[in-house]
């Protein structure tokens, strides 16, 4: 395993920038998860790790060696496609011995078997090596993917969107999975998604992509906790933040948000903010509560039950909406209903309406 370094890398095509001026560190043993929506930035910096595209800019480096200008085979790293790219005519064991078979000077068969037995059965697949991909599941086949990359001890791991083609179950069983088997490799791993859940489940830290531009780099809590702008703050999480305009109110004393739903108190002072002009406030719907209230101008305009969690969507009287998360087993509501809303000061947030930036966090 080995540490990653960008270095002011940039990547254009023609006019478009498709990554623009990255620094990031990745340190040894870390499993990163580079994440944003298509078209972020975060498959372009994969595949410049991994030599497959060349840089218009800027340094990568692998441990203490430049990497930069050297080809994919010098690079020593391995990658798992979204798509698993197993060979069909070839058994499970074949595709797992593959890298070993073609490497120069090759390993005697002896050695070979032996590193693929034990990859097989670090990943559980010890009694499919006989079988070929045409007869193994899915979630088997990511495995031996996984497995024909290990087998090889290479320095870093890249994992292009591993568990896409999977099913939603199989998805959060093998998050669990590879979450165990990292911690037992202890590798270095950088790993491309578009879905949060995956990584804020599986990453020690998180960098996170808009427009070919890292918006923040930071442990999962952090990200949720104390986004470093609105983009993150929306697109990390299972549902959209709630944004807000309106105005501050209070100077030295306790400070509110006085929006269209009415007066939010922040819990924090006035002397806590650098700026009290053109704010947003954010706040996820689990920091909204809500409780029926008999003649109160707000109103469930939509109730949606998702298992654990009942997600209502609440309108004031100028259409303004939010969405709150609530327990089905102690709220029951049903659109028309009219209600009072609490927020949580600890989980709010405020922006700069302009740029974006956060200015506030909740304790």
Not at 46 to 52: E, I, K, P, S
Not at 69 to 84: G, H, K, S, T
Not at 323 to 346: K, S, W
């Amino acid at each position: 395993m080995s540490t990653v370094s960008f270095r002011g890398v940039s990547k254009h095509y023609g006019p478009t920038v498709a990554l623009d001026g990255l620094d990031l560190e990745v340190r040894e043993g870390e499993f990163v998860s580079l994440l944003g929506p298509s078209g972020s930035g975060k498959s372009t910096t994969l595949n410049l790790l991994a030599g497959l595209l060349d840089a218009d800019a800027g340094e990568i480096r692998i441990g203490a060696t430049d990497v930069t200008l050297l080809p994919p085979e010098r690079r020593d790293v391995a990658m798992v496609f979204q798509n698993y790219a197993l060979y069909p005519h070839l058994t499970v064991f074949e595709n797992i011995a593959f890298p070993l078979e073609v490497r120069r000077p090759r390993p005697d068969a002896a050695t070979i078997r032996e590193k693929v037995e034990r990859v097989a059965g670090l990943l559980g697949i010890a009694a499919l090596l006989a079988r070929y991909p045409k007869e193994i599941s899915g979630g088997q086949q990511q495995r031996v993917a996984l497995g024909r990359a290990m087998v090889r001890d290479p320095k870093v791991f890249l994992l292009d969107e591993p568990l896409s083609n999977l099913d939603a179950r199989l998805r959060i069983r093998m998050r669990r999975d590879l979450k165990a088997l990292h911690q037992a490799l202890g590798s270095t791993i950088v790993y491309v998604t578009h879905d949060q859940s995956e990584a804020m489940t599986l990453s020690s830290r998180i960098a996170v992509f808009d427009h070919g531009r890292l918006q923040q780099y930071a442990p999962p809590a952090e990200i949720y906790d104390r986004p470093a702008n609105a983009f993150v703050a929306n697109f990390v999480g299972d549902r959209e933040t709630n944004f807000l305009d309106g105005a501050l109110e209070g100077t030295d004393g306790e400070l509110a948000f006085v929006t269209a739903l009415g007066r939010i108190p922040l819990g924090r002072r006035g002397s806590a903010l650098p700026s009290r002009a053109g704010l947003r406030l954010g706040a996820r719907p689990e920091a909204i509560g809500v409780e029926p209230a008999a003649g109160a101008e707000l109103r469930v305009a939509l109730a949606e039950l998702s298992g654990a969690d009942l997600f209502l969507t609440v309108q004031g009287r100028d259409n303004t909406e939010v969405v709150a998360r609530a327990d089905p087993r102690a709220v029951r509501l049903e659109p028309g209903a009219t209600v009072r809303l609490r927020f949580d000061p600890t989980r709010l947030h405020l922006f700069d309406a302009e740029s974006g930036a956060a200015v506030s966090h909740g304790s």
